[in-house]
Every structure is written in C-alpha cells, then in structure tokens.
C-alpha cells in the first residue's frame, strides 16, 4: 500500500519497495539490474528481520510499557482539557490527513473533463484481482487453519513457539522483497512449471495467509479445551468434534481472517510487480494509468480507484460485522 | 456392571509427579469422591480415568477391561467439567442429544433420550433455549443431563459444583446422589470441599500430594482418622502434642506440652511416648479441672458459639458451647478445659512435626 501510495506521486521519489518495482520493469531490456535488485531486496529482508527480533526482544526485556509510574504528571493528563484535547486532535488527524485525501479522488473526477474512457481493461484487471484474490483466500483457509490449529493447540512446545513467530515473517517484511525472492526461487526451480498467474497467487499466499493463522490461531486460544474433551467424552471422533463443536464456535475468525486476506490480496502492488512485471491486477493497472500522465490516465485512474475504494469499504463493513457478532 | 481399578497409576510431567502410584478399586454403583487440597492430583487422576491424559505408569481397568491406548470416546464415561462447556452454539436439548447423535442413533431416539434426562433433572422447559440463558445451577444439571445421556453407566465428576453459588451448590450435591443412586450409576467424584465429600459419598479417598493417605467412609473418616492429615483436612480438629503419662483401666493419661492432662480411650502407644491429640471442637468442654487456656474469640456460628483460647504455651483450642453464658465465658476469661475421652484420638507424634504432617502439599 505504502509503494502504491509513492509510485502513484508522478515525482522521482523511490522507497525500497518501488525501487523494486521499477527495476523489475526494467530487466526486461537491462539484464544488469538483476544484482542490484537482488541486493535491495536482501537488504529489506534482512532489515525487517532484525526489526521483528529487535522489536520482540524490546517487548521481553525492557517491559514495555514501562512499570515505573508518575503519580503528578499523568493525574494531570488524566482529567481535564488534556484528555478532550487529546481526542479532538486523534478524530481531525482521521479526517485531514486520511479521510480526506482517500475520498479526495471523488471530486476529483466530478471536476474534471471527463475523459474518453474504456472500463474494457480495468474491469479485466479487476476481474483478474478478483480471480487471484478468490483463489488465494481459498489457499489460505486450507493451509492457515491447520497450521493455527497446531500452533495454538501445542503452545507448551518449542516448535508452536518458533511457528508462531516465523509465521509473522511474511507480515513484517516488505512484499515488494518478499515477491522478488518468492519470484526468483519459483522460477529457478524447474519441477514445477510456473505460469505468471500461478506466480502471483503463490507470492499473495505467502504474505496473506499469516492473515488467516493470526486469526484463527487466537480464536482457537480462547477457546476451553473442554468443549472438544466434552464432545470426545459423549463418542465423538476428533474430526467429529472439531466439525459439530470447535468449528462453529471459531467459524466467524476464519471468515474475519479470510476477509483480511482477500482484501490484503486484492490491494497488493508491490509484490505483484516485483514477482511478475507484466501482471495486471486493478492496483497495478492504476500505477500504469497514473505513470501514462496524461489527462485521460488521471480520469481513468480516479474512477478506478473510487471502485476499488468501494469494494474496500464493502469489505470492511462486512468484516465489521463479523466481528461484532463473535463478540457477543 | 461397572467396576473401575487403578493399579500403580501414576503421572509424571518431566521431574514433577502429579499422581504416583494410586492403587484404588471402585465397586459396581459406589459413590466415591476423590477429595484433596488444590494441586493434590485428583483432577489429573480423574482425566486419567477418562483418558484425556494418558498415563505414564500402571493402568486404568474399566469393566476389567485395561484402557492403555483407548481414546477418550471408546471408554463409554459420562463425564461432567468443572466449567460446565455447554456447547454455546447449540440450544439445551441439542446439547443433550449430542451424545446420541454422535453415536448415530435414530432422530427419534436422539429426541427422546434428550428429554427423558432433561425430565430427570426438572428442564424440560428450558430445552429450547440457548445454554447463555440459564442460570449456573441450571446449566451444571444441563450438563449432568448430557454426560448422562450417553447411556454410560460409569459417571465421572470433576468438581462439578465448585464454579456454582453456595446454595445451588448445596442443593445440587443432593440431586447428584439421588440420580446417581436411582440411575444405578458407578460415580467418581472429584472435589476440594470436605464438606461435599462427606455428603454425598459412599467412600472417601483422601488425597495429598499426588498420593491417597487414607480410604473409608465419610464416617470413619471423620471419626476414627488414621493420619494426622486427614483429622486436620476433614472437618476441624485441636491438635495437642504431649507424650503418655500412665495407662490405666483402658485409659492413657497424656500430660500435654502445655501442662494440662488429658484422658483417651486408647492404649496403642507405651508410657513415655511422644503423641499427639487430634479432638474436635465439638468434644471439648469446660471442666473443674485440665488444660487452663484464656479465651480470646467468641463466634456465633448460629445453632452453637465457636470459642477459641489459648493455652498457657501459646496453642490455640477451639470448643463449642451450646449457650453462652457470661458470667463463663467473655474474652478475656481463664477456663478449665477437658476433651471426651472417647473421641480423642492419638498419633505418634511425626518426626518433622505437626506443621509438617498437615501441610497441604
């Protein structure tokens, strides 16, 4: 999201991951740039590593937040104008720096001449979104659930742990390195016959399926082993109780986690690029329109981004109230 | 039938025993409670039974039958949680039926198997509604109803009432019995209240520390007690080092380490040796003449008062007194204290002292 964001400013300014994505575009005539891309997308890896062990490290050492207390100075931000001011200032930043330059594109494209416009391409690139996130969240289900089911079930073993922690790898490094690598080892292996398709939905998988044992692995957590020991006691099989039993009662996680997932999927750049340069997901195709820099780009560009914009919220809602449900 | 043996069960995590070596019979239809303090391995000993813990040594027999290596859903238990687990999703009776209905059975049979047992327990009303709506009580006998739903004549509670009101609690005990004796079932029941214990049980088996100390009836438990542990566990007790003075007519004269001397119908231990006197409250009086103690708290526990006095080096004696009167009895005050010769009992006093040999764990 954060490449979108900077490729989409038309300027020269490159963060790691669009570095990525440029470079990737130009390997196709400049063979020279494979090193390095390889180099920078070490580098991110790398560099994010060290932030999850920095950061997990910090949490179990200094015990943040600190235990010392300051008995004056936070009675005095615990009252009074401080605390009102505090909120005013949280819901403004929300609407002036967020809400207001996300919703923007709306006038935007109201203000302007509206331009020729074909929805041909961008409603395939949407459809091709679509296909890969549907596919990818389906992936994520059948692999993220057994894995959450393991993880929280062995939380006294030493392997859960290490899982628990490796499956957050994907989470933390940045996906416009992670799709390079992912990219790289899928088509210098030669078992497999990797087609562009094929690439994309297996680099979406990796960084989204974390999503869906996040989630599914918490719920399992809060749940009283006794359920299942109860339904073990009354003659059903395992598989049995965990169908009739714990399922209905994680049911509405897996879909939040799925949900996530989908919506991570169909919002990714970086990684799509950086995995296959020709891909043409919607926010990849957006990118394009808006590096065309022409007028009728922008208009497409806008009008693409209110749909995609749409479809989020569409999303978000329905996670919304998935969520608010489990918790009653 | 229903016989349960336990030959040298034992639980081992690494270098900590939770059970060891417990050797214990249940009889076809007896009710037998498992009591202890928090972390005496009752409840361990109870999932081993059920199998939801697989035991690293001896066996667990049900029907004669050795249960190594059979999972929890073949031994044919009704087992009741201390957390109640009704399933939140599904409504009462579908809580109930669901042991039929893992079993397969017929609709019809589901549906009538579900009702006969919320009869039993006096919701058939209730069945329609989600387990959320009902009271704790309420639940626990949902509960009781779904573990006995499975048919299984072996019923295995593990501290069914502690997460209920003390009242429910109280009337729940009865309805357990009654149920399990109608039912003819074979009951295990694990609990931490001496009280509940007693109650219900045909038997006792006392636990501490991973270990049984002591096996009987609620009755001989709390009358005749074979360890120091059990006197002190089981109701409340005065417990009184001295060692014999003399033996006569049936009769050991102890002189207590506060001065005073008391008389027990006992004779097992010789002249000189060092004792100890487990005597309850409620056989404990005022006298002309024994221990002298100075009372230091007066209770009223309703149908008698509690009094409490402490003897001349410091140990604590509690009585009972039916009527309070004043003139006798104000705090403050210097008593005569002699116990029931008859309900006195003596143990050899243990080597690492009394402290030690009541310890809960």
Redesign the interface.
Same mark, same amino acid.
């Given at each position: 999201m954060i490449a979108l964001a900077t490729m989409a400013d038309p300027g020269s300014f490159a963060t790691g991951p669009t570095l990525i994505g440029d470079w990737k575009h130009g390997l196709v005539d400049n063979a020279d740039l494979a090193a390095p891309l390889a180099f920078v997308s070490i580098l991110l890896i790398l560099l994010s590593l060290v932030l999850l062990v920095v950061i997990k490290l910090v949490i179990m050492k200094v015990h943040l937040p600190m235990g010392r207390i300051w008995p004056r100075p936070e009675k005095l931000f615990s009252r009074g104008w401080f605390p009102k001011t505090k909120d005013g200032l949280a819901v403004l930043f929300l609407v002036l720096f967020v809400l207001i330059p996300s919703f923007f594109i709306f006038t935007y494209v109201v203000s302007v001449e509206p331009a020729s416009f074909d929805w041909g391409p961008f409603m395939e690139s949407l459809m091709f979104s679509f296909l890969v996130a549907g596919v990818v969240t389906v992936i994520d289900i059948a692999l993220g659930v057994p894995l959450a089911l393991y993880i929280a079930k062995n939380r006294t073993g030493r392997l859960s742990e290490v899982l628990d922690v490796l499956v957050n790898v994907p989470l933390i490094v940045p996906t416009a390195a992670l799709g390079y690598s992912l990219g790289v080892f899928w088509t210098g292996q030669n078992i497999i016959p990797t087609y562009d398709v094929l690439l994309i939905i297996l680099a979406h998988v990796a960084f989204t399926y974390p999503l869906v044992v996040r989630n599914v692995a918490g719920a399992v957590e809060e749940v009283?082993p $006794?359920?299942e020991?109860?339904?073990?006691?009354?003659? $059903?099989?395992p598989v049995?109780a965990f169908r009739?039993?714990l399922y209905?009662?994680i049911k509405s996680s897996i879909l939040a986690g799925a949900i996530m997932a989908f919506t991570r999927s169909l919002g990714e750049t970086g990684a799509t690029q950086a995995v296959v340069a020709s891909a043409r997901t919607a926010p990849v195709y957006i990118v394009e329109l808006i590096q065309l820099k022409t007028a009728s780009g922008y208009y497409t560009a806008g009008l693409a981004c209110i749909v995609l914009i749409i479809v989020s919220f569409v999303f978000m809602l329905a996670l919304r109230y998935i969520t608010n449900r489990r918790s009653h | 039938m229903v016989e349960v043996k336990l030959v040298g069960l034992g639980k081992r995590y690494g270098s900590v025993v939770a059970v060891n070596n417990v050797d214990l019979t249940v009889a076809d239809r007896e009710y037998v409670t498992i009591l202890g303090p928090s972390g005496c391995g009752k409840t361990t000993l109870i999932r081993m039974i059920?199998g939801?813990i697989e035991p690293t040594d001896g066996e667990v027999y049900i029907d004669g039958k050795d249960m190594s290596g059979v999972?929890?859903?073949d031994?044919d238990?009704? %087992?009741v949680?201390q957390?109640i687990?009704l399933?939140?999703?599904l409504t009462v009776q579908d809580n109930v039926s %669901?042991?039929p209905r $893992?079993?397969d059975l017929p609709p019809e049979d589901q549906a009538r198997i579900s009702k006969r047992f919320l009869e039993m327990v006096k919701l058939l009303d209730k069945m329609g509604m989600l387990p959320d709506e009902l009271c704790g009580g309420e639940q626990q006998k949902v509960s009781l109803a779904? $573990?006995l739903?499975?048919g299984s004549k072996l019923l295995l509670l593990d501290e069914p009432l502690s997460a209920l009101d003390s009242r429910v609690r109280v009337d729940l005990r009865y309805e357990l019995r009654r149920l399990a004796k109608e039912l003819g079932l074979t009951t295990i029941h694990v609990t931490h209240d001496q009280e509940e214990a007693q109650s219900v049980s045909d038997r006792i088996v006392l636990m501490r520390a991973g270990t049984v100390v002591e096996t009987g009836t609620p009755e001989e438990l709390y009358t005749r007690p074979k360890r120091i542990f059990t006197a002190n566990f089981i109701g409340e007790t005065n417990l009184l080092e001295g060692w014999v003075l003399e033996i006569k007519d049936g009769v050991s004269v102890i002189e207590l380490r506060n001065g005073g001397k008391v008389k027990v119908n006992q004779t097992d231990h010789p002249v000189g040796d060092a004792v100890v006197i487990s005597v309850r409250p409620e056989f404990v009086f005022l006298a002309d003449e024994g221990m002298r103690a100075t009372v230091t708290a007066i209770t009223y526990m309703g149908t008698y008062w509690r009094i409490t006095a402490n003897t001349e080096d410091e140990e604590e004696v509690a009585f009972d007194s039916a009527t309070l009167d004043e003139n006798l009895l104000t705090i403050g005050k210097e008593v005569y204290l002699a116990v029931n010769p008859k309900a006195a009992v003596l143990y050899p006093r243990p080597q690492d002292g009394v402290q030690e040999a009541i310890m809960l764990e």
């Open positions: 009283d $006794a359920f020991e109860t339904a073990r006691t009354l003659g $059903a099989k049995q009739r039993v209905p009662i | 059920a939801i999972p929890i859903e031994r238990i009704g %087992y949680f957390n687990a399933f939140p999703h %669901y042991g $893992a079993r779904r $573990a739903s499975s």
